[in-house]
């Protein structure tokens, strides 16, 4: 009777205790799961499908086959490198499409679509969609003609078959720069119109700097802050969280007050005379009113990191070394400092993420030349209407943070990383 | 416990229900600060006063106007009954099917001398580039204001002088965008108002406007929302400053802050309500536009705020301040004395160049 299966263990009603076990994991397992699933349901509905479908406005180009289904079909027999307009009958689909979508009034969604590629299509939509009702027979073609010379233009056309694909890269590319021909060729813009890249890497060295700033500002903060008697260390605590809990917008007003050319700061100096009334200092509506603002207004994310790190360092280290024969100087930096290292990493990570994506403070201190690209981006968005291409640099700015954080981890590890 | 939960939540139904079988609720978005007030005075406190069941909210986010209105409108999910806008997006909104179409002389009230509404707004103010979704409020204009206390001797009083540095030296502000500075740099550059948008259409020309606009470039404190332009000035922050009519208006007359208008080559441009599609009630909407454009309503808005009422029959009707009593009409933009040189906006042109002037502009400004 002493066969393998009689061995294995049972429970009392008999299943063998294996699979009583993986039934009672497996039930606390969706036990678990359920009570997750508000919070995951509430991130997937708040956090994942917008940014998904951000993601996916960045490429999606349905609008203009949507719109004029008959010409983008009929257009694709035309070869767009030949020196010859399209042929009759692309010309009958462009009318009845044209027609029919003035009445939907969905014509002039995509004359908007293809003007961010050739100003004036836009018009050009609006006007032939006036005037194209009266078109009901053959020729379709002088007809079309003779409502604007555009149409006879090869420009027209090539943009129309370029664009009737359901996907598009032209705003990835308008987002790097570069713009695509008819042939498919990538080029640079003209000279005057490249601006994303020149903002992307504005963006990344300026948050860079008020990393940096934010770290050499918050270290000997949150030192002291470690250090001092709770006594006093709660007082300089609050100090520290009491701007964290102010209005953002009003911080940012203050600064104007202090730093403009007839603020606080510049009256103080004209005062006591360092400057004269007609040289008062310009220290805000550029670069220097967004790293000082920036920085302000980031500090506590670089401090309490530090802060929570640095309370967790036993003093027995420092005394340690410091009976060692270490100097002060070298106790603190051979001995204390490395131990603050994922308190850095932390900081760091989170002041120049915060950083990069920062809009409203650039708008308002940062003038003409501190300003970021989500303000850009927030033009897009709001103002020109170009969701496409607001789409295209956050997913790219997205990006950045993602590598970003990949080299981090890389390099510094992320399991080094401490938040608290 | 749970009983009084329970009793709550009917006693709340019913409360709910017993109010929405009442009031009716209209959401009117506009632009916030002395304008939105100047609308609550004229047409909403009035029209509630008259209608005991309509309560009126106000939304400040105009500025967002356009993206918000197509959002909602994409998402199904309109919650704005009224937009305010500027013409130049109301064609946009028109064009891609985002707001209603309006047929004027059944929406809104005829004049009082029986004029149908079609030929009492100002001509072709119903329709802003070829489009029929647009009720005109007010006539706006965005023009130059200076402190009288900057300059000795002469004062600045030509659109050419903005741009004089030596004459005229000290910060400017404008607004940081390219429409109205391209046409203005231009103009101060001797081009005849005429040829100023097919100037504009080539390349050289707006290189032409952009290197006149580096002249003053490192002065310019550039401004985003109306309320900056005015606060700059009386802060001392700038000299000359681009702003709204209105909003200058407000600083001298009502804060008495040392600042002057410079009407010259000032941009007319229009303000006026839209509806977006799928708006819930819409019988409730026409009511209140039918009584907050009429004549009397519109020549009331001009006792709050100096913008001209767009229809002719308002035009004679208006007076004086309300709290101030000084005559309205000589702050107002359309004033003969200010409008000999007004500058002819062209919506139509912007529509098609905008995208692409943004990034010439944006590109000019950040280097």
């Known amino acids: ?420 | 416990m749970r009983w009084l939960l329970s009793s709550t939540i009917v006693a709340a139904g019913v409360a709910l229900a017993a109010g929405s079988a009442q009031a009716v609720d209209l959401t009117i978005v506009s632009w916030g600060g002395a304008y939105t007030a100047s609308q609550q005075k004229a047409y909403h406190d009035p029209y509630m006063a008259a209608n005991a069941d309509v309560n009126i909210i106000n939304d400040d986010n105009a500025a967002e106007g356009l993206a918000k209105v197509r959002a909602q409108v994409e998402s199904n999910n309109v919650t704005w009954d009224i937009v305010d806008m500027v013409a130049a997006d109301a064609i946009t909104a028109c064009d891609e099917g985002l707001i209603m179409e309006i047929d004027p002389d059944t929406w809104l009230a005829p004049a009082p001398d029986g004029t149908p509404a079609s030929e009492d707004f100002f001509a072709g103010t119903l329709s802003p580039g070829g489009t029929n979704c647009f009720i005109p409020q007010i006539v706006y204009s965005t023009t130059f204001g200076y402190r009288t206390d900057a300059f000795e001797g002469d004062q600045p009083s030509t659109i050419a002088d903005v741009f004089d540095m030596e004459k005229y030296p000290g910060k400017r502000s404008l607004e940081r965008r390219p429409i109205n500075n391209l046409e203005w740099a231009l103009l101060a550059d001797g081009v005849a108002p005429a040829d100023v948008y097919a100037t504009l259409s080539t390349d050289e020309g707006v290189q032409r406007a952009l290197a006149k606009l580096d002249t003053i470039k490192d002065q310019v404190v550039w401004w985003t929302k109306g309320a900056q332009p005015p606060q700059l000035l009386a802060d001392g922050e700038v000299v000359m400053a681009s702003a709204y009519n209105g909003r200058l208006f407000s600083a001298i007359a009502e804060k008495n802050q040392p600042i002057a208008m410079l009407w010259d080559r000032q941009v007319f441009d229009l303000d006026g309500w839209v509806v977006p599609v799928g708006v819930k009630d819409l019988e409730a909407v026409k009511a209140y536009l039918y009584f907050a454009t009429d004549t009397q309503r519109l020549a009331d808005q001009a006792k709050f705020i100096s913008y001209g009422p767009a229809r002719y029959s308002s035009a004679p009707l208006v007076g004086n301040h309300a709290d101030l009593g000084i005559d309205m009409k000589p702050h107002m933009p359309t004033d003969p004395n200010n409008a000999a040189t007004i500058f002819d906006f062209d919506y139509v042109w912007w529509a098609d160049h905008r995208a692409e002037l943004d990034e010439v502009f944006n590109t000019w400004l950040a280097k």
Not at chain 1, 34 to 62: C, E, G, K
Not at chain 1, 69 to 95: C, H, K, M, N
């Open chain 1, 1 to 420: 009777m002493s066969t393998a299966a009689d061995d294995t263990l049972r429970t009392a009603d008999g299943v063998p205790l294996k699979t009583s076990l993986r039934r009672a994991t497996a039930r606390r397992r969706v036990r678990t799961f359920l009570l997750v699933v508000p919070i995951l349901a509430f991130l997937m509905v708040t956090f994942v499908f917008p940014v998904v479908d951000m993601m996916f406005r960045s490429v999606d180009n349905q609008i203009v086959s949507s719109v004029l289904p008959r010409t983008t079909l009929a257009i694709q027999s035309w070869d767009p490198g030949s020196e010859e307009l399209p042929p009759e009958f692309v010309y009958e689909a462009l009318v009845l499409d044209i027609q029919e979508s003035f009445k939907d009034k969905t014509l002039g969604r995509a004359g908007r679509r293809l003007n961010y590629e050739k100003s004036g299509v836009m018009s050009l939509f609006r006007k032939s969609g006036r005037r194209a009702k009266r078109i009901t027979e053959a020729p379709f073609k002088d007809q079309v003609l003779a409502i604007d010379e555009r149409w006879a233009d090869l420009e027209t056309w090539q943009l129309i078959h370029q664009e009737s694909s359901a996907l598009t890269e032209s705003y990835f590319l308008s987002a790097a720069d570069l713009r695509v021909d008819y042939k498919g060729e990538i080029s640079w813009k003209a000279e005057e119109r490249r601006i994303y890249l020149f903002l992307f890497y504005r963006t990344l060295w300026m948050s860079g700097l008020i990393t940096v700033f934010c770290l050499l500002l918050g270290y000997p903060i949150a030192f002291l802050l470690a250090t001092l008697p709770p006594r006093h260390s709660n007082l300089l605590l609050i100090l520290v969280l009491l701007p964290f809990w102010t209005s953002l917008l009003v911080r940012t007003t203050a600064w104007i007050a202090l730093l403009q050319s007839e603020g606080v700061l510049n009256d103080l100096m004209v005062f006591l005379g360092f400057i004269s009334d007609d040289g008062r200092l310009q220290m805000i509506h550029n670069k220097i009113g967004t790293f000082v603002a920036m920085t302000h207004i980031l500090l506590p994310f670089m401090i309490l990191p530090l802060y929570s790190v640095m309370k967790t360092i036993p003093s027995s280290y420092m005394r340690a070394a410091r009976s060692l024969g270490a100097s002060p100087f070298t106790s603190f930096v051979r001995v204390y400092m490395p131990n603050t290292v994922p308190g850095i990493g932390a900081g760091c990570i989170l002041v120049f993420i915060l950083s990069i994506g920062y809009y409203i403070t650039p708008a308002l201190v940062g003038g003409r030349t501190g300003t970021f690209i989500s303000n850009i981006i927030a033009l897009h968005i709001s103002e020109t209407l170009n969701w496409g291409l607001a789409a295209a640099l956050g997913v790219i700015l997205l990006a950045l943070v993602l590598l970003l954080y990949f080299l981090y981890d890389r390099i510094v590890g992320v399991a080094n990383m401490k938040l608290g």
